[in-house]
């Protein structure tokens, strides 16, 4: 008998494990015990070891498989790309979703905070027949006051929390916690108009419900002009828009695009954008407005 094997293999015998693949180069005159023929004992032929049988699942009865069956291989960098492709592909499927929910989420939280400070503002009033604007702090109003936090801070009873009146979008503004005037407080000097979102329009008035009681902020947009107000007897500081050229108002980027909310008189809160905002302006004027100008107190920020 000869037989040749691979290098490095173990020596043939009985007590051999494994000696596959074994080549007879002439008729084997024996066959291993740990070997199975698989073809005529010839020349050349291969045989090759019997394997001891598969441990199985005691459940399935299948084979188990063995960390020697399937060695761990790594990633390829080919399939490390495909995958980063993949996921890179469905976060900008994604993502833009997400912004644009978080963002209407946002506007209908901000037309929320609106409707509480306008509740609010017709609380008060029906209390005192006036709005806040309309009467001298001698008389408990906020009349020639020319920040705006002062105005709403009237109403604070009617309000839940200071924090309805920063817009969840606007990220120059932080609501106060409370009231008072304690760090984070709306009174404290780093609150204030900091901690307020909405312009307080000053020519409110209760009977005409068209005109204008508060919105986002950034409705100036450069279009407004500054000055004095009779209504609320501000020497300075109340932004109007020439009623000639209302169709050059519209909202500044920095909220909500170019959508804007605003509380009216009537009751209701409306998302306007470009000539809807401009026709609500004409409305407020036209709707019974004795000055016809919209006159709003913005809150400024030194
Ligand atoms: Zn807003
Ligand atoms: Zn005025």
Known sequence: M????????????????????????????RILPTMKRCAPLCCRVRAHPVLPPARQDAYSGRPMKSAD???????????????????????????????????????AKCSSNLRQILIGAHGFYHEHDWFPWQQLPTNGGSQTLVETWRHFLLFSNELDSPKVLACPNDRARIGAGDFADT?????????????ISYF???????????????????????????????????ASG????????????????????????????????????????????QRGLTGGD?????????????
Request: glycine share 10%.
């Open 200 to 234: 307080a329009g000053m020519h409110a008035f209760y009977e005409n419900t068209q005109t204008l009681l508060a919105g986002d902020r950034n409705i100036d947009n450069g279009t407004g002009a500054t000055g004095s107000c009779g209504p609320a007897r501000l």
């Open 69 to 107: 069956d399937s060695p761990r291989r790594a990633f390829t960098l080919v399939e490390l790309l495909v995958v980063i492709a993949i996921i890179g592909i469905l976060a900008s499927l994604l993502l833009p979703a997400v912004a644009k929910a978080q963002a209407k989420a946002h506007r």
């Open 2 to 29: 000869r037989e040749t094997r691979p290098s490095g293999s173990e020596g043939g015998g009985a007590g051999i494990r494994s000696p596959y693949p074994y080549r007879c180069v002439g008729p084997p005159l």
């Open 290 to 302: 004795p000055f016809n100008i919209n006159h709003v107190l913005i809150p400024r920020v030194p």
């Open 238 to 281: 109340a932004t109007s828009f020439d009623p000639a050229r209302l169709d050059r108002v519209k909202w500044g980027p920095e909220l909500h695009g170019a959508n804007g909310n605003i509380a009216f008189n009537d009751g209701s809160v409306q998302m306007l954008q470009g000539t809807n905002l401009q026709v609500q302006l």
């Open 183 to 195: 760090p984070r407080s709306l009174m404290n000097t780093n609150a204030r108009n900091r901690a």
